[in-house]
Nanobody, 126 residues
Framework: QVQLVESGGGLVQPGGSLRLSCAAS????????IAWFRQAPGKEREGVAC????????YYADSVKGRFTISRDNAQNTVYLQMNSLKPEDTAVYYC???????????????????WGQGTQVTVSS
């Protein structure tokens, strides 16, 4: 049974940093694409970043490019999202999701990902 567990969320001031973790079990991370999505109140879930296995290609939403970095540690079966220069508009529940690497490309959609974590709240506020 696939299980994804996010952690690392919290309250941070604008300009601050957080690192989210997505610990995976029941799957071999190297064979999957892992994506981070977020959902703010009243808004649709949107893709933030995605990383594939093998070539390690990663993709970012325009709104987070240059500020967020996705990485993976296959030995720990964990994917990270380093978030720097956080803005109030980054406030959302952040989810990690896993599925076939073909779903991680320039665009990636929540409906394509079959395994999800429970989410972790990120609040950026002074």
């Amino acid at each position: 049974q696939v299980q994804l567990v996010e952690s690392g969320g919290g309250l941070v001031q604008p300009g601050g940093s957080l690192r989210l973790s997505c610990a995976a079990s029941g799957l071999i991370l190297d064979y999957y694409a892992i994506a981070w999505f977020r959902q703010a109140p009243g808004k649709e879930r949107e893709g933030v970043a995605c990383i594939r296995r093998s070539d390690g290609s990663n993709y970012y939403a325009d709104s987070v490019k240059g500020r967020f970095t996705i990485s993976r540690d296959n030995a720990q079966n964990t994917v990270y999202l380093q978030m720097n220069s956080l803005k109030p508009e980054d406030t959302a529940v952040y989810y990690c999701a896993a599925d076939h690497p073909r779903y991680c490309s320039g665009t990636y959609y929540p409906a394509d990902f079959g395994s999800w974590g429970q989410g972790t709240q990120v609040t950026v506020s002074s």
